[in-house]
């Protein structure tokens, strides 16, 4: 099984004993990404003809791209001959009917993103990286092998991901969704003995008050999607009496795994990330904000991001203990959504992740260019929307409103909801920005 010689492969032979090791492996790593992305995709020979590679000094003079470009040039950036517009319509049509699993063709895992810009980006990922990933936070993680066999529940969001068939003796994956009631989650864990938990510490919250009735302790919780701060990850490894890690990942890449300190470091084997300051330099000392996380992807050949600039930005922290030589992370910023909560008409409450109520949003149509969602103690919903085409703002309402009405329905939720149109401008710090603001004391409802 590839991915279980990938973990033996990662914990013992692929260290690397210096920075300058790192930096050596990476360029040649970034030579032959570029050589690849030159030969196959016209996008990239187009931009990087007569450009190469010696050091970094010569990354630095390649052309950074965002998510506008590569959604404009996705047919000719891709190197296996996809369209956006089929892609799209998979993509879409899947969320529709929450098959949120499965592949592309058998051999792609689509990935949808909102974003800052409110637009949808389209990430495509090779079936056979995707199903190794998640060995490379197993194997960074520091978790004994005595821990053996790994039973893993991943409480899968929305969308995406895909490693639906990984069922060996010494390591199982199981799956249910973030929508699924506590208690469930719990009777789950019992009968299918899990000693590894994966969900966004929101869900982790949630499962607080219950916690007492896992009757065998986890043996490590594996948190993603959202920051993890300090408090948290402290509080929940004390209810739940196990090492909580986390680990840091996107429809771009995987950006970085937890050490068995605990703390974050860049793969920096799997992802070159540039951390630059307003005026393009490259930012190296802890502590220190930067302004742009540009990322070049090493693995994902389907879809080459070259220079790709991020909407999460990250500080970097001191070098750790643990003698690895990756970067590590103090901080991510961004991300930083609430959950939005609702009545359900039994009286009892539900939640709704903000990513969920996102891709309703996003895929009831193409003319969104932003978007916000306040919620307030009453469980009501203000939905502000910025029309790309200002003469079909009606339509747009009418296509938002049916389609939320729909959903919350599904959960047995009847809301009031309010939806209006009017310009969003996003602030300078971008990492301050909240798409989605629920007023506080609703929680304790
Ligand atoms: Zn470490």
Request: aromatic fraction near 8%; proline fraction near 5%.
């Amino acid at each position: 099984m590839t991915g279980l010689s990938d973990f033996f492969q990662l914990i013992i032979h692929r260290r690397f004993s210096s920075r300058k090791t790192i930096e050596r492996y990476q360029i040649s790593q970034l030579q032959s990404l570029i050589g690849f992305a030159k030969q196959n995709s016209p996008f990239y020979q187009e931009t990087l003809s007569d450009l190469s590679i010696n050091d970094f000094s010569d990354l630095r003079k390649l052309p950074i791209i965002n998510k506008t470009v590569m959604m404009e040039q996705f047919d000719r950036l891709n190197t296996v001959g996809l369209k956006k517009d089929e892609v799209m319509a998979v993509a879409v049509e899947k969320e529709l009917n929450k098959d949120y699993l499965g592949y592309y063709k058998d051999e792609f895992v689509l990935g949808l993103s909102s974003g800052t810009s409110g637009n949808k980006g389209l990430y495509i990922t090779p079936k056979s990286l995707t199903q190794r990933l998640p060995f490379v936070f197993l194997a960074r993680s520091g978790i004994p092998l005595t821990c053996l066999p790994f039973r893993i529940l991943f409480m899968l969001r929305v969308f995406s991901q895909g490693f639906n068939d990984i069922n060996s003796p010494l390591i199982s994956l199981k799956y249910l969704s973030t929508m699924t009631p506590v208690d469930h989650i719990i009777a789950q864990i019992n009968q299918q003995k899990i000693n590894i938990l994966m969900a966004p510490p929101s869900l982790c919250r949630l499962l607080i008050p219950v916690a007492h009735k896992i009757k065998k302790p986890l043996k490590m919780i594996v948190t993603y999607a959202e920051v993890l701060e300090k408090e948290e990850k402290i509080r929940l490894s004390e209810v739940f009496l196990c090492r909580v890690i986390e680990i840091y990942q996107g429809s771009e890449g995987q950006f970085a795994s937890a050490c068995s300190h605990g703390n974050l470091h860049i793969n920096e084997d799997l992802i070159v990330v540039e951390l630059l300051d307003e005026q393009y330099l490259p930012v190296t000392r802890p502590h220190v904000a930067s302004s742009h996380m540009i990322v070049t992807n090493l693995v994902n050949r389907a879809q080459p991001l070259i220079r790709y600039e991020m909407n999460d930005l990250i500080v970097l922290d001191d070098p750790c203990p643990c003698g690895s030589h990756f970067r590590t992370i103090e901080k991510i910023l961004g991300r930083n959504d609430d959950i939005l909560y609702f009545k359900k008409k039994d009286g009892s409450i539900q939640h709704i992740f903000p990513d969920l109520f996102s891709r309703w949003i996003i895929t009831s149509s193409e003319n969104i260019r932003e978007y916000k969602v306040i919620q307030s103690q009453d469980h009501s919903l203000k939905i502000i929307l910025d029309p790309i085409l200002k003469r079909e703002t009606n339509e747009l309402i009418r296509q938002v409103s049916e389609r939320l009405h729909t959903e919350l329905s599904g959960y047995d939720i009847e809301s009031a909801f309010e939806i209006r149109c009017e310009p969003i401008s996003l602030p300078i710090n971008r990492s301050k920005y909240k798409r989605f603001e629920v007023e506080k004391e609703i929680r304790k409802v």
